[in-house]
């Protein structure tokens, strides 16, 4: 028996701010040079096994990632849930991104809304990655 948990939203969620730092630390498709985030703080969205395969990949750039993901359990297929398991991938279950902020030129921190606790609390960062994301 095989149980894969994912957190795939078919919904489409605004996050506020998100468009107003594109290029600045928001970004709407998996960025092709890594390097770029080498020694950031990354914030990526859970959209399915593509951005926790990124999750995973970025950790040999920088040692401080996480995945914000609406499931109570660790996302993806097996494989990479066993490879989230195991890596500095730090998980934010049941929880969702709901606001981007920062000064003019870059992002600074993001406000998380926790379901489990129902409390929103602001985490500081430099990077959103949010593949397809259409707000």
Same mark, same amino acid.
């Given at each position: 028996? $095989?149980?894969?948990? +994912?957190?795939?939203?078919? #919904?489409?969620? *605004?996050?506020? %701010? &998100? !468009?107003? &730092?594109? %290029?600045?630390?928001?970004?709407?498709?998996?960025?092709?040079?890594?390097?770029?985030?080498? !020694?950031?703080?990354?914030?990526?969205?859970?959209? %399915?096994?593509? /951005?926790?395969?990124? =999750?995973?990949?970025?950790? #040999?750039? +920088?040692?401080?990632?996480? *995945?914000?993901? +609406? /499931?109570?359990?660790?996302p993806g297929r097996e494989l990479? =849930?066993?490879?989230l398991k195991q890596s500095d991938?730090?998980?934010?279950?049941?929880?969702?991104?709901?606001? $981007?902020? %920062?000064?003019?030129? #870059?992002?600074?921190? $993001? *406000?998380?809304?926790?379901?489990?606790?129902? #409390?929103?609390?602001?985490?500081?960062?430099? $990077?959103?990655?949010?593949?397809?994301?259409?707000?």
């Amino acid at each position: 028996e $095989v149980e894969v948990s +994912t957190a795939c939203q078919l #919904e489409i969620q *605004v996050v506020l %701010g &998100f !468009d107003e &730092f594109l %290029g600045k630390g928001t970004y709407k498709e998996i960025p092709k040079n890594l390097e770029e985030f080498k !020694d950031k703080r990354v914030l990526i969205i859970d959209t %399915g096994d593509d /951005s926790l395969e990124l =999750a995973l990949k970025l950790t #040999e750039f +920088t040692g401080r990632v996480i *995945v914000v993901t +609406t /499931s109570k359990e660790v996302p993806g297929r097996e494989l990479i =849930a066993k490879k989230l398991k195991q890596s500095d991938v730090k998980l934010l279950h049941q929880s969702e991104i709901i606001e $981007v902020k %920062g000064d003019l030129d #870059e992002v600074e921190k $993001v *406000v998380i809304h926790d379901f489990d606790e129902d #409390e929103n609390y602001e985490l500081f960062l430099d $990077v959103v990655i949010y593949s397809d994301y259409r707000g």
